[in-house]
C-alpha cells in the first residue's frame, strides 16, 4: 500500500501548482423529473483558474470513455452537469498495482499528461447533457427499453436474444 502511495503522489507532483477544493463533497442534483444524490471524488482549481472534477479508479476506465457523445461513463459527465459553468476539465485518476495516471479531456491546457486539451470540449459536453437528460427523462418515465451503446458488439454477447425487441435491428 505505501508504494501504491507513493507512486500516486509522484504522479501528483508531476503536475503544476494547484489546490485541492474539494474532496468527497456531496452533490444533490437534479435532471428533470429526476433527483440525484451524488458524492464527488475530489475537485481541483489550478493556479490559472481552471477547475478540474477528479474521479479516482482501480478498474477500467480509457479516455474512449469520456469523448463518445452516448458516454457509458456517466459519472463525471454528471458531476459536470452540476459545474457546467466553472469546471474546465474533468478525469480518472486510475490507481491500482499495475498503473497511476491520468485520463480526462478539458477545454484547455492544464499541463498534464494524460489529460488532453480538446478543442470540441463545448461540444462534447453539450452532448454530454443531452444524453444525460434523454436518460433521466426515460427513468423517470419507467422506460426501460434497451439501447445499447454499441449496439452490434453489445448484442452478440447478449443472453436475451428470445426476448429482445433490438434485436431486429441487428
Known amino acids: 500500500a505505501a508504494r501504491l502511495i507513493t507512486n500516486w503522489l509522484d504522479k501528483e507532483l508531476e503536475r503544476p501548482n494547484f489546490e485541492v477544493a474539494s474532496c468527497e463533497s456531496k452533490l444533490n442534483l437534479s435532471i428533470g423529473d429526476l433527483k440525484l444524490k451524488l458524492q464527488v471524488d475530489r475537485i481541483d482549481k489550478t493556479t490559472s483558474g481552471d477547475t ?6 482501480t478498474g477500467t476506465c480509457t479516455a474512449k470513455d469520456l469523448i463518445h457523445n452516448k458516454t457509458t461513463a456517466t ?34 491546457e492544464l499541463d498534464t499528461k ?25 427513468f423517470a418515465s419507467s422506460d426501460s427499453r434497451m439501447m445499447p451503446y454499441e449496439q452490434e458488439k453489445t448484442c452478440t454477447h447478449c443472453e436475451f436474444h428470445p426476448i429482445c425487441q433490438e434485436q431486429e435491428n441487428v
Open 52 to 57: 478540474l472534477i477528479i474521479d479516482y479508479k
Open 114 to 138: 494524460g489529460i488532453k486539451s480538446n478543442p470540441d470540449w463545448n461540444t462534447i459536453v453539450k452532448a454530454w447533457q443531452e444524453h444525460l437528460e434523454d436518460l433521466a427523462h426515460r
Open 75 to 108: 459519472q463525471l459527465p454528471l458531476y459536470l452537469y452540476n459545474k457546467q459553468n466553472t469546471a474546465t476539465g474533468i478525469c480518472f485518476a486510475k490507481i491500482n498495482t499495475t498503473e497511476t495516471k491520468f485520463i480526462g479531456i478539458s477545454a484547455t
